[in-house]
């Protein structure tokens, strides 16, 4: 993915330049050579704001069942009522030639 | 899909069940599983939305639905992409470089309509360089 703008403002948020690669990974393979820096922004939020969303559903799903920990069905859930097809996931955990991103290093927080 | 489960709702909700069931079998597959998303990644975003889960297979299955969610969104903007970019070469004929070396390139044109089929409307904003 060719991307030549410099990004001040990114290298600030580790967690969210993961996730602008991992937009990168899936479009490369779904067959993009590159993208536009506003619609790989775009799908950046789309993917923040996605795990915001289950998270914050599959939280209420579970606390309107009186437990605290989510379980499977908290999440399959928020996914489905979300809208989203959990039909394919199976295989498309499956598919070949899969990137698996490094997690960030962890800096050790300094005692004081 | 949609359309066969009308037609014959009772088979629809055998799948469903049968869909259950292979998603808690698939659960325990995904202990020895990496998806492309780092789980410490996914995890703070749940982690921001009040989600807090020991079990690092439900972190696992979300990374992997959101995945398979943004795949769907970039297969739909690459059909929108390709036919735009056959329309232009049908229209440009005369002076064909040949139709050998494409490239597509992601942008906004073909996003919007994508993201608008699964009901996230985005704009292109005026400002944005």
Redesign the interface.
Known sequence: MTENTEKPESSCDARRRILNIAVSTVLLETGFESSDRIALETLTEVIQCFFTEVGNSAKSYCELTGRTEPVLGDVMMALINMGISVQGIEQYAARPKRHVIQPPQQASVPRT | ?QMSRIGSPSVGMDEDSG??H???D??L??EN??????????A????????????PR?IR??A????????????D??QH?KMRTSSQINQSSKNAKGPKEK??????ED?VPA?QE???S?K?PHY?V
């Open positions: 899909m869909a259950g292979a998603l808690s698939f659960l597959q995904l599983y990496n998806p492309s998303i780092p789980d410490s990644v996914v703070y975003y749940l982690n921001m939305a009040g989600f807090e889960s020991q079990d439900m299955l979300i992997l639905a959101s995945q398979k969610f943004l795949s769907d969104i970039a297969n903007a690459l992409c490239k597509y390139v992601m942008s906004m996003l993201l699964y009901g996230i985005a292109k944005y």
